[in-house]
């Protein structure tokens, strides 16, 4: 039986834009929304995407060819002009603001249909929030540490491959947002002053992620869980690599000692030294 995981960063602050652990945000101190309600996701995500300082598409367009018409055709003609008759003299220059004149009338398609891609690429997300969430990674905090050798008690199963183990860091990328998810559960870990318990189910995962990331097909699982945290896996390619710490691993665990007879009689470590995790690092 795997152990409950704790959701990983699955809150979100739409003020901040920042994706966090917390109930309330690390930033501005406001109370975070659950991302893992579909109605709490959906109130993110239309906050994200409301765009004040923005016009619409059609207004962008207008309003840059507008500008130009009001200030630019003038300036060119005048510089022209200017330049002409500093050069040849005031017939010339007469010609050349006849010639800035005229050239206004394919200047003037130029910019506005050049602005007219301009936007349509720049629009060309639209419905994508304005904003994506970014992961807020909050600080390590410090502590007692160990090190020393994994042996696995309450197993989490990877998002990935599924594998049952100690803990696991999932990184990469959606169309939206940056992916790091992590979840730990309950580890034995042995070391040469002797083995402690390690409740790691709320510590942070900051093992060394994998460097590249390959496109995946998230199944059911793995969609839900990049839905409740925003990432929108059914809008673009996924890319992910999942790091997972197994039975055997080495780790560096930081948190806090105690030491208290288990009620669940654990054989053996019924007086367990124990270390509630703040932090799992490659050891
Ligand atoms: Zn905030």
Redesign the pocket.
């Known amino acids: 039986m795997l152990g409950s995981v704790v959701p990983d960063r699955s809150r979100a ?1 739409p ?2 834009a ?1 994706r966090v652990r917390q109930t309330r ?1 690390p ?4 109370d ?1 929304v659950d991302l893992r309600d579909r109605k709490e996701r959906r109130v993110v995500s239309l906050r994200l995407a409301a765009r004040p300082a923005e016009g619409p598409r059609e207004g962008w367009v207008g309003d840059v060819v507008a500008t130009y018409l009001r200030w630019g055709v003038p300036a060119v003609a005048a510089l022209g002009a200017g330049i002409l008759m500093y050069l040849h003299g005031l017939a010339a220059g007469i010609v050349g603001l006849l010639m800035g004149f005229f050239g206004q009338l394919v200047l003037v398609p130029v910019v506005a249909g050049g602005t007219a891609v301009a936007s349509w690429v720049y629009h060309a997300g639209r419905g994508r929030p304005a904003r994506s969430l970014r992961i807020f990674d909050e600080p390590a905090p410090e502590g007692d540490e160990i090190v020393g050798v994994v042996r696995v008690r309450r197993p989490v199963s990877s998002p990935l491959s599924h594998t049952p183990c100690g803990a696991y860091r999932l990184v990469g990328r959606t169309s939206v947002a940056a992916v790091d998810e992590a979840a730990a559960g309950e580890l034995l870990v042995e070391t040469p002053e002797g083995a402690f318990v390690v409740e790691a189910r709320h510590a942070q995962v900051r093992l060394e992620p994998p460097t590249t990331h390959p496109v995946v097909r998230p199944d059911a699982a793995l969609t839900k869980l990049l839905e409740e945290r925003s990432l929108e896996p059914t809008r673009g390619p996924v890319h992910l690599a999942e790091r997972i710490l197994r039975d055997g691993d080495r780790v560096r665990v930081r948190g806090v000692r105690s030491s208290e007879r288990r009620e669940d009689g654990y054989r053996g470590h019924e007086d367990a030294a124990r270390i509630d995790a703040f932090v799992l690092l490659d050891g």
């Open positions: 602050c003020a901040c920042l945000c930033r501005c101190g406001a975070t």
